[in-house]
C-alpha cells in the first residue's frame, strides 16, 4: 500500500492504551485529593490553610482532574476506534478491488 495512505494499526492502538492509561492515572490522583481535607487540622487557628478553604479547593481539583481524565479516556478510546475503522476500511477496499480484477481480468483498475 502507498506510504501516504497507511497507518500502523498495532501501534496506534498500543498509543491508545497508552493514553487511557494516563487517564487512570489522573483518576487516581482526584481519588488522592480526597485526603487534603483533613490536611488543615493541623493548621494554626486563623492561618488562609483553613479547613473550609482545603476542602473547597480539594473538590474543584478532584472534579478538575476527574473531567480531564474522561476528556483524555475518550481521546485514547477515538484512537483505538479510528485504528480498526482503518482495518476494516482497508480490509474491505482490498477485497472490492480482488474481485473487480476477478469479475474483470486485465482490465485497469479505476482510480
Do not use: K
Not at 489522573?26 to 492561618?47: C, F, K, P, T, Y
Amino acid at each position: 500500500m502507498d506510504e501516504t495512505t497507511s497507518i500502523e494499526v498495532p501501534e496506534l492502538i498500543t498509543i491508545g492504551a497508552a493514553v487511557t492509561g494516563v487517564a487512570g492515572r489522573l483518576d487516581r490522583a482526584a481519588a488522592a485529593i480526597a485526603g487534603w481535607e483533613s490536611a488543615a487540622d493541623d493548621a494554626v487557628a486563623g492561618s488562609a490553610t483553613c479547613a473550609g478553604a482545603l476542602a473547597n479547593a480539594a473538590m474543584h481539583w478532584r472534579r478538575t482532574l476527574t473531567a480531564l481524565a474522561a476528556e483524555i479516556r475518550d481521546c485514547g478510546a477515538d484512537l483505538h476506534r479510528s485504528a480498526v475503522d482503518y482495518q476494516a476500511a482497508d480490509e474491505l477496499a482490498a477485497r472490492r478491488l480482488g474481485e473487480f480484477r476477478a469479475a474483470a481480468p486485465g482490465r485497469p483498475v479505476p482510480q
